[in-house]
């Protein structure tokens, strides 16, 4: 059979951008090897990390938060089981929501490892190894990411895990060591730190989630310590001994010194990913890819004509809604019609309690930069709504260029700024300034009050601290 659209890999870059294309009239299909459609994100990404969390957010509440509101509980257990049950049963339910969407848009859902034969020919293998060949007028590459390996460290997913492992440990590991400062490790770690895990992060660099503005992330790191999270910043793990009882991580400082052996009885390696582009036919037809993998673009197009590249497997930030977004644009650039993404515009949240959040330029990118910018701050300490629901913890910080007054960026840390900075993003899509933000009535009181204030802020008028 012949397609307009062959896309390989069905996670949220793959499945959008096969819903787009098939609400444009391109014949399509989809060719995923996992067995299940939804790509890392939802199989073993986003979506169970979040069910975790939200679970884990619940048992730490009604230990520490629900006295002190006057909720007393007596016999709290945790049920470990169950709650990997209810975090496999959101899994399965969306999965089997993203097929109904394929059979919608009348698009093929073709299970298999696909790799590039010729120009216009995909082949598939199954999981019986049976071979077929589907013909394309154009191909997109969705093939996402995996786990980055740390060298000299054997990951089993039992004892020394990925993120992957992380999510379906059999019991609570009383100490961990999680590998890596980043949004995952960060956000798994917390998972266990509420069921009772004694947590340490070790992480390279001298701070924790590089690419986030500096002081937000300083904020962060202050709260996870009072949370009961232990830092090893500056250090690299050099090697994870296995002993019958315990594991020996043995880190040295990132810039050379005496080594230390730390203890534990569980490692969760989370330094990042790296693109899936090996054995997908890339050298069959020439498509240009970088050393580390990624795949080299120009609007969705690689160097090849018909083939496309979008999400993870290409350069930028490693997200599911850039990925999503990149999709929907190149199905419509197949389509013949208008395709673009506005990457200033891509938000970032780390989902612990209280959550992070922030979109656009930070603070340390407009000064290396040489932009001149204004800059707007207000605490959730001073937001009624966040002080009648005990949750003060956290700012908003909203950022100006002085020379086109719009807003360039804004970054949170908070209860519920997961949610709130899809307002700034659209405010930035629109090319607001701050004033644009600042003169828009909010609902009182409510969290997303503290964005206004912080707007008011840039041009000094901030009026409730």
Not at 171 to 187: D, N, Q, R, S, T
Not at 202 to 215: A, F, K, S
Not at 271 to 288: A, M, Q, S, Y
Not at 290 to 300: K, L, N, P, S, Y
Request: net charge neutral; proline share 3%.
């Amino acid at each position: 059979m012949a397609y307009d659209l062959v896309i390989i890999g069905g996670g949220p870059g793959g499945y959008n951008c096969a819903i787009r294309a098939g609400q444009l009239g391109l014949k399509t299909a989809i060719i995923e090897s996992r067995g299940k459609l939804g790509g890392t994100c939802l199989n073993v990404g986003c979506i169970p990390s979040k069910a975790l969390l939200h679970a884990s957010e619940y048992f730490e509440a009604a230990q520490k938060t629900f006295p002190s509101m006057g909720v007393n509980i007596t016999g709290l257990s945790l049920n470990l089981p169950q709650m990997l049950k209810q975090k496999d049963d959101a899994v399965d339910g969306l999965t089997k929501g993203v097929e109904f969407l394929m059979r919608k848009h009348k698009v093929d859902y073709v299970k298999g490892f696909g790799r590039i034969a010729a120009q216009g020919r995909v082949e598939v293998t199954g999981a019986d190894g049976a071979k077929q060949t589907l013909e394309t007028k154009n191909i997109v590459i969705a093939t996402g990411s995996v786990p980055a390996d740390l060298p000299g460290v054997d990951i089993d997913e039992q004892r020394v895990v990925s993120s992957t492992g992380a999510l379906s440990l059999a019991k609570v590991p009383e100490k961990l060591i999680v590998v890596g400062a980043g949004y995952i490790g960060l956000e798994l770690g917390s998972v266990w730190r509420r069921l009772g895990a004694q947590v340490t992060v070790v992480e390279y660099l001298d701070r924790i989630t590089p690419t986030m503005d500096n002081e937000i992330a300083t904020a962060f790191q202050k709260v996870l310590k009072k949370q009961g999270m232990a830092f090893e910043l500056g250090q690299k793990v050099t090697s994870v001994e296995k002993t019958r009882d315990a594991l020996l991580v043995t880190i040295e400082p990132a810039k050379g010194g005496q080594s230390r052996v730390l203890e534990a009885d569980g490692v969760l390696v989370a330094i990042g990913r790296k693109p899936f582009t090996t054995n997908i036919g890339l050298e069959t037809v020439g498509v240009r890819f970088d050393q580390r993998g990624f795949i080299a673009t120009e609007h969705f197009k690689t160097n090849v004509a018909g083939i496309y590249a979008i999400g993870d497997c290409t350069h930028g930030p490693m997200l599911a809604h850039k990925a999503e977004e990149e999709g929907i644009a190149a199905a419509q650039v197949i389509a013949g019609k208008w395709g673009h993404v506005n990457y200033d515009v891509i938000p970032g949240v780390v989902y612990t309690d209280p959550e992070v959040a922030g979109v656009g330029k930070t603070e340390e990118e407009l000064k290396a930069a040489g932009v001149q910018y204004k800059v707007g701050k207000f605490p959730f300490l001073a937001n009624s709504r966040a002080r009648t629901n005990h949750e003060t913890e956290g700012m908003v910080k909203v950022l100006e260029d002085v020379s086109s007054k719009r807003v360039v960026g804004a970054h949170m840390i908070g209860k519920g700024v997961g949610e709130m900075i899809g307002e700034v993003c659209v405010a930035m899509e629109f090319g607001a300034s701050a004033e644009d933000i600042a003169r828009t009535c909010h609902a009182h009181p409510t969290m997303a009050e503290a964005i206004r204030e912080a707007a008011k802020g840039v041009d000094g008028w901030t009026m409730q601290a």
